[in-house]
Nanobody, 112 residues
Framework: VQLVESGGGLVQPGGSLRLSCAASGFTFSSYYMSWVRQAPGKGLEWVSE????????YYADSVKGRFTASRDNAKNTLYLQMNSLKPEDTALYYCAACHGTWGRGTQVTVSS
C-alpha cells in the first residue's frame, strides 16, 4: 500500500500548482481521500477531502475557492489544483487515504 505525492515546488504569490498523488496496493476507487498540510513549525492542517466517486469535495475555509481536489480512479491518482497561492500556503502537503495510509509529502513554497 503506497501513496506518492508529486508536483510541489517554488511558486510566486498568485501563482498556481497542481499536486498529484499516485496510489498503489489498494482499491483506490473505494476510498475517500484527503489532502493535509503542515507549515513550518506548525501542526497538521486538513485541507480537503474527496469522496470515492469524486463527485463530492470538502475544503478548509483557508483554501475554499482557491483549491480544487479531483481524482481519476482509472489512473489511481488524486489531484489538488491550487490557484491564487499565498505565502501562508507554504507547507509540506500530504495525501492520505481514509484507511490510514499517508504519503511522504511534497513541499510547496510560495515566495517572491
Amino acid at each position: 500500500v503506497q501513496l506518492v505525492e508529486s508536483g510541489g515546488g517554488l511558486v510566486q504569490p498568485g501563482g498556481s500548482l497542481r499536486l498529484s498523488c499516485a496510489a498503489s496496493g489498494f482499491t483506490f476507487s473505494s476510498y475517500y481521500m484527503s489532502w493535509v498540510r503542515q507549515a513550518p513549525g506548525k501542526g497538521l492542517e486538513w485541507v480537503s477531502e474527496i469522496n470515492s466517486g469524486g463527485d463530492n469535495t470538502y475544503y478548509a475555509d483557508s483554501v475554499k475557492g482557491r483549491f480544487t481536489a479531483s481524482r481519476d480512479n482509472a489512473k489511481n491518482t488524486l489531484y489538488l489544483q491550487m490557484n491564487s497561492l499565498k505565502p501562508e500556503d507554504t507547507a509540506l502537503y500530504y495525501c492520505a487515504a481514509c484507511h490510514g495510509t499517508w504519503g511522504r509529502g511534497t513541499q510547496v513554497t510560495v515566495s517572491s
